[in-house]
């Protein structure tokens, strides 16, 4: 059974960019694919990135396309997101998730049966 733990959340300004990372244990990495969704206060959980197991295909929520970057590293057992040029509404706390589906079909959470606890990431006006 895989674990997923996610890391790199924080409290920033618009504008600025973090880094989120989540490494798994157990299984074989390489055969998930990896999303990352969030759910801000209030809301619902939302899709925000999906990418293949091999890491060559990729899909993302309209909200961040071009501000965001999903990447992994299987040697490392670890997916990032690199979110960039933040904006309030992107506060949440952000999961990291992992499936057997291919990420086309891997963009909603149903889709996903193995779950982070979850960062913060705050950012404020």
């Known amino acids: 059974q895989v674990q997923l733990v996610e890391s790199g959340g924080g409290l920033v300004q618009a504008g600025a960019s973090l880094r989120l990372s989540c490494v798994a244990s157990g299984g074989v990495f390489s055969s998930y694919t990896m999303g990352w969704f969030r759910q801000g206060p209030g809301q619902d959980r939302e899709f925000v990135a999906a990418l293949s197991g091999s890491g060559a295909s990729t899909f993302y929520a309209d909200s961040v396309k071009g501000r965001f970057i999903i990447s992994r590293d299987n040697t490392k057992t670890t997916v990032y997101l690199q979110a960039n040029s933040l904006k309030p509404e992107d506060t949440a706390i952000y999961y990291c998730?992992?499936?057997?589906?291919?990420?086309?079909?891997?963009?909603?959470?149903?889709?996903?049966?193995?779950w982070g606890r979850g960062t913060q990431v705050t950012v404020s006006s």
């Open positions: 998730a992992a499936t057997w589906k291919v990420a086309k079909q891997a963009q909603s959470a149903s889709a996903y049966n193995l």
